[in-house]
């Protein structure tokens, strides 16, 4: 059922995602300092919405690099509709709009007794609370012949935007006429549970305009994705889906797509229902919280970090709250809305906490658009509340409807390229 404007609107406002964003004074007197580590999507709109919520509180971040290169659209970048510069965001607001002090650094550990975090160029930084963003790391090493070595050289992720993304764009680009394209889905859970679809659609659209008798095969270890049904259908519509020259072929768990072995020296992939021989390979593995979660000790068996729901501290250190793709979640996707919505609530749970107030009910969003095509576009929104220290889904949900109307995945399109303006703003800006 799609979300009317009115319930999406109310959403949003509970979620504290329409407060104003007017320039702020910088901080005045001692109302306890802030660190937070990791200055991506859930990171930067942490620092950023405590600011509004917490005039008051000192405020750093730590983040190593010293621009951020958003993943969403990196798809874009890889079949050339985008270069790197347009998902690159700096910290210039951040710091100067809104008071915080940018380290750009790594953090290589933390006294949770002593409340001080520890960086790689040395010193340490006392804090009274810890918002922790780091996103994922790969998992290499899950089947035989694929590692780190082979990760960065031959069968690229390309599933943190930057220097994957370019040999990507290279390797799909070298793709020889009537060649084969390959990616290898990940298993759940995962960073942007639609991602892989949208770039196998959009390496498919490449394939037309330029290497039209190419093809593009998906190994999936799953029966199952976000939005299949509209990806099916436009697939059918675009890229000759369930006929015999379709131009995608996705093998899922049930017909043999769970992945065995590669020989990455030969160019194949050997899965459950055979061996693949491709002219590039897309390998995106299983993930986990990133590395710095482990160091902090923050994580759970699964290799996630587990949370209180309503606030986002951490379960397992006082004082340290988890956002974004690390923190566990439940029915939340892995993705960039989610990492900005929980960044609100932590942010908004922080100031109360700091100013001795109770931290309210959150109400959090999702929404995920995806390209089939440049011009053809499908979307996924979901409202969420914590029940019983579980996040679960509201039955108001919606997924782009299938119509015969062209207008419809024509707007979602154009929606999808407003928002991600929209949205790096919210975060960076
Ligand atoms: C191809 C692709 C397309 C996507 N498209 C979309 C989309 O359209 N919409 C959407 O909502 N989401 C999308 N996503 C998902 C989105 O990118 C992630 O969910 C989001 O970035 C998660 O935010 P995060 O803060 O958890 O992690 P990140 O944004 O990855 O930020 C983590 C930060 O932590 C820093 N860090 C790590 N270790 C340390 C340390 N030791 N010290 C200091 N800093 C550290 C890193 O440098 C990084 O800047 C996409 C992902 C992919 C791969």
Not at 48 to 66: C, D
Not at 132 to 150: K, L, Q, T
Not at 373 to 396: C, E, M, T
Request: net charge positive; glycine share 8%; with cysteine.
């Amino acid at each position: 059922m799609p979300i009317s404007r009115r319930e999406l609107l109310k959403a949003l406002a509970a979620a504290g995602a329409l407060l104003p964003t007017a320039t702020l004074a910088k901080p005045r007197g001692r109302a306890g300092h802030v660190v937070i580590i990791g200055g991506g999507i859930g990171g930067a709109t942490a620092a950023k919405y405590l600011r509004l919520a917490a005039p008051a509180v000192r405020i750093t971040l730590i983040e190593p690099g010293n621009r951020f290169l958003t993943c969403l659209r990196s798809n874009d970048v890889m079949v050339g509709h985008m270069k790197l510069d347009d998902i690159t965001f700096t910290y210039d607001a951040l710091r100067s709009r809104y008071g915080i002090e940018v380290i750009h650094d790594r953090c290589i550990g933390f006294d949770p007794k002593r409340k001080t975090v520890q960086l790689d160029r040395g010193g340490k930084l006392g804090y009274d609370k810890l918002i922790v963003s780091p996103g994922i790391d790969m998992i290499h090493g899950d089947v035989e012949g694929y590692n780190r070595e082979v990760a960065e050289s031959v069968m690229p992720h390309g599933w943190k935007a930057g220097a994957q993304t370019l040999l990507l764009k290279k390797q799909l680009e070298a793709v020889p006429a009537g060649g084969t394209w390959l990616m290898v889905a990940p298993p759940l859970p995962y960073r942007c549970p639609p991602g892989p679809y949208e770039r196998a659609s959009l390496v498919a659209e490449w394939f037309q305009r330029h290497n039209p008798t190419a093809k593009v095969v998906i190994l999936d270890p799953k029966d199952a994705f976000t939005k299949d049904v509209p990806f099916r259908k436009a697939w059918e519509r675009l890229y000759g889906y369930n006929t015999p020259n379709s131009m995608i072929e996705w093998i899922p768990a049930a017909q043999g797509g769970k992945v065995l072995r590669v020989d990455a020296a030969a160019g194949i992939v050997h899965a459950q229902a055979g061996a693949f021989r491709a002219d590039a390979i897309n390998y995106i593995p299983p993930q986990r919280a990133g590395t710095l979660a482990f160091r902090l000790g923050l994580t759970n068996r699964d290799g996630w970090c587990p949370v209180n729901r309503r606030t986002f501290e951490s379960e397992v250190v006082r004082d340290v709250h988890v956002i974004g793709d690390a923190s566990v979640a439940d029915a939340m996707p892995k993705s960039g809305y989610s990492a900005n919505s929980q960044a609100k609530v932590a942010a908004q749970a922080v100031a109360d906490m700091l100013a001795g107030r109770t931290p309210g009910e959150p109400a959090m969003i999702n929404v995920c658009y995806s390209l089939v095509s440049q011009d053809y576009g499908i979307s996924i929104a979901d409202i969420f509340k914590v029940v019983d220290n579980r996040i679960i889904k509201l039955p108001a949900s919606g997924v782009s409807p299938i119509t015969d109307s062209p207008a419809q995945p024509l707007l979602e399109a154009i929606y999808q390229r407003n928002w991600h303006r929209t949205f790096a703003n919210d975060c960076f800006a």
